[in-house]
């Protein structure tokens, strides 16, 4: 389970985010804790903790030992958010460490948490006489003096939520293992993933509030919408129409549709390239990129045979026009989404 394919650390961390929006959080913090320099030169601190937490609804203690279980889920075919079978969790924390602590506290109720270890349960500590292996119970506990500091310096009040503790990460991925890049590129990521969330929703990394991201680059307001370069991105007529899913229930399918100009990554000063523009442009650079309910899920690079089309790579120059397709939930077995 620990090879389950995440693309990234930062998708990883998206299912955490989902579960935090799911449960109605209005804010949701990224936190990550550095270890002592290495000593190596070019080699910046590396990261010993990430913390996730949220002010959502909070889990009971039973839901919490459900919760760190595959398949340990209330929400069984909810289609407000992504997560339906209970496997996020899990699949996320372990894809990044051995070891991981959830806490959680209902509003009126007192914080508990619950430590998985996969070491303890490899050496059998959870395993009945019977050969099953239980999970473990949520205990009474305090909030860990990181997080209370953390939370008093951002003047935030945490009457409730959860918070995930990943304790001392061994599989971050590249880019994601020290602190000032892991930063970097979680608020370009959440910014880019979550664009259609942040209305509702707060987000912040290490205290910093994460922006959207228009991936067309056509919204105003948005981070890199203008970069001083005096190149703006054309938006054009957007499409929308319903369509039946394979229930019969019906849902809306939207088209938007972008192109710019061959300078438009460019410096402010027409030299050089804008980072921030140009990491966007290339990351996203597909024939479709793919929402459902305006939380960005895939893109899609190649495209079969069977469609005829003459053109079916991608080159450098394609970074300059965008379609993104977005879908309503009711139609996610009609587009593959488990």
């Known amino acids: 389970m620990r090879d389950s394919g995440y693309k990234s650390t930062a998708t990883s961390i998206d299912e955490f985010v989902d579960n935090s929006h799911q449960s109605d959080a209005s804010r949701i913090d990224i936190f990550t804790i550095e270890g002592k320099s290495t000593g190596k030169r070019g080699v910046g601190k590396p990261i010993t903790d990430i913390f996730i937490i949220d002010n959502g609804h909070g889990m009971e203690p039973d839901m919490m030992r459900a919760a760190i279980r595959w398949g340990g889920t209330h929400r069984e075919n909810d289609r407000r958010g ?87 990460p061994d599989r971050l991925t590249t880019g994601f293992k020290r602190y000032s890049s892991l930063e970097q590129k979680l608020m370009e990521h959440l910014g880019l993933i979550y664009r259609g969330s942040l209305r509702s929703v707060d987000i912040y990394v290490n205290a910093k509030k994460v922006e959207a991201i228009d991936p067309l680059f056509t919204t105003p307001g948005c981070r890199f919408y203008d970069v001083g370069n005096g190149c703006i991105a054309e938006g054009m007529p957007a499409l929308e129409f319903k369509v039946k899913g394979e229930d019969g229930q019906e849902g809306n399918v939207r088209l938007r549709f972008s192109v710019s100009a061959p300078r438009f990554q460019k410096g402010v000063d027409g030299t050089g390239n804008h980072k921030g523009r140009l990491n966007v442009m290339t990351e996203n650079n597909a024939f479709l990129l793919v929402s459902r309910a305006g939380r960005q899920i895939d893109l899609v690079k190649s495209v079969p045979d069977t469609l005829k089309i003459q053109k079916r790579v991608l080159v450098i120059y394609d970074r300059n026009w965008s379609v993104e397709l977005d879908f309503d939930p009711a139609l996610d077995e009609l587009f593959g989404i488990t």
């Open 82 to 168: 992504l997560g339906r079978y209970g496997f996020g969790l899990p699949s996320a924390a372990v894809s990044m460490t051995e070891r991981y602590t959830i806490i959680s506290k209902l509003e009126g109720m007192e914080w508990n948490g619950v430590t998985i270890d996969l070491k303890a349960i490899a050496e059998g500590h959870l395993t009945q006489d019977n050969g099953v292996v239980v999970s473990p119970l949520a205990e009474r506990c305090e909030l860990p003096e990181v997080v209370s500091n953390y939370l008093k310096e951002t003047g935030t009040d945490l009457g409730y939520g959860t918070i995930v503790h990943i304790e001392h």
